[in-house]
């Protein structure tokens, strides 16, 4: 099967619906049961604070954890030169 | 507050520099939101396919793009072509003009760099600079 790119928008409840669109490129039919694996490519969240729940706040201590991990000894200078590299 | 994070920030950041760990405290309880360009991000991959632990550093990326709070900014036509007037008026190179013009882009009311390119008044003019040491 050929992969289909599907834009969805959740609702308040964080629910969303495949548009019918492409239910015949997916072979869907009304009311079909189908089980749906879903990786997102990019989340657009709006830029501004909010408060956070227990699980945001323990994933944001992951990655916390995570940027010490694999951040640390990065070649500042060697971004700098890429940055100082002329293009264009 | 909504801060631009150049990638000196989460290298200082990863040194558990003291200025760091209070924002990060800040964006624990709900008072800051981090931007962060995908070149930042580009940046980051290299050094950690150098280091050949290019996995954790896509472990990191994807819980960052879950988290409110933080945003992964991508160039839009809209950053692409604003950062050619940076680049042209305010003379950054175009990798630093393209995360000034995403920072801007978003509104970002503070930028944290320890890159001091961006330590110039016309800079500053636009948006608050920290420096990060």
Redesign the interface.
């Known amino acids: 099967m050929v992969a289909t790119f599907v834009k969805v928008k959740a609702d308040e409840n964080g629910d969303v619906q495949i548009p019918t669109t492409v239910w015949r490129k997916l072979g869907v039919q009304p009311n079909q049961e189908v089980e749906v694996l879903v990786t ?1 490519l ?2 657009n ?1 709006p ?6 729940t227990d699980e ?2 323990a ?6 954890e ?7 000894g ?3 200078e ?3 030169e ?7 | 507050m909504v801060i631009g994070a150049d990638t000196g920030f989460f290298v200082k950041r990863s040194e558990r520099a003291p200025r760091t760990v209070e924002i990060w405290g800040d964006i624990l309880s709900g008072q800051d939101f981090l931007v962060v360009s995908v070149l930042t991000i580009a940046e980051f991959y290299a050094h950690q396919i150098k280091r050949a632990k290019l996995a954790a550093a896509e472990e990191l990326v994807s819980e960052m793009q879950l988290v409110p709070n933080i945003s992964i900014l991508p160039v839009s036509l809209e950053i692409a072509a604003a950062s050619a007037r940076y680049r042209r008026g305010l003379n950054l190179p175009t990798v630093d003009a393209v995360i000034f013009a995403t920072f801007l882009s978003a509104g970002c009311d503070l930028l944290l760099t320890t890159d001091s390119i961006f330590d110039q008044e016309s800079v500053r003019n636009l948006i608050p600079v920290e420096l990060l040491v």
Not at chain 1, 47 to 52: A, E, F, N
Not at chain 1, 59 to 64: D, N, Q
Not at chain 1, 82 to 88: A, K, Q, T
Request: zero cysteines.
């Open positions: 997102p990019r989340v969240k830029v501004t604070p909010v408060k956070l945001d706040r994933r944001l201590h992951r990655i916390g995570l940027i010490e991990e694999t951040f640390a990065m070649d500042m060697y971004v700098r890429g940055r100082r590299d002329r293009w264009l």
